[in-house]
């Protein structure tokens, strides 16, 4: 069982930025695919990002259009880290933030919640306007 918690979500002005930090326990495989989501009130749990890697082959990042060019995903192996850089933040990103990890490798990380197999409790964003 990998064990993963979020950490970074707080509350910031429109325009602004925030961090988000996913640390897992343990890592499973070589090959690994950590991502975001977020759920704001009443809507369902959406994608937002993720990143693939395996040792010495290629990293690959997916984002949803609606974050392309002001988030940025990235880790550190050493810290078995992954984070979620958010620049230019909107009213509309307001949402709990949830981080989630599966033991495969995929040029073309996966988008839906089922393709993960481990799951953080989340950390709320909230951008005033």
């Known amino acids: 069982q990998v064990q993963l918690q979020e950490s970074g979500g707080g509350l910031v002005q429109a325009g602004g930025s925030l961090r988000l930090s996913c640390a897992a326990s343990?890592?499973?495989?070589?090959?690994?695919?950590m991502g975001w989501f977020r759920q704001a009130p009443g809507k369902e749990r959406d994608f937002v990002a993720a990143?693939?890697?395996?040792?010495?082959?290629?990293?690959?990042?997916y984002y949803t259009d609606s974050v392309k060019g002001r988030f940025t995903i990235s880790r550190d192996n050493a810290k078995n880290t992954v984070y979620l850089q958010m620049n230019s933040l909107k009213p509309e990103d307001t949402a709990v933030y949830y981080c989630a990890a599966n033991s495969r490798y995929s040029m073309r990380p996966g988008t839906q919640d089922w393709s993960y197999d481990y799951w953080g409790q989340g950390t709320q964003v909230t951008v005033s306007s």
């Open positions: 990143i693939s890697w395996s040792g010495g082959l290629g990293e690959y990042t």
């Open positions: 343990r890592r499973t495989s070589s090959g690994v695919t």
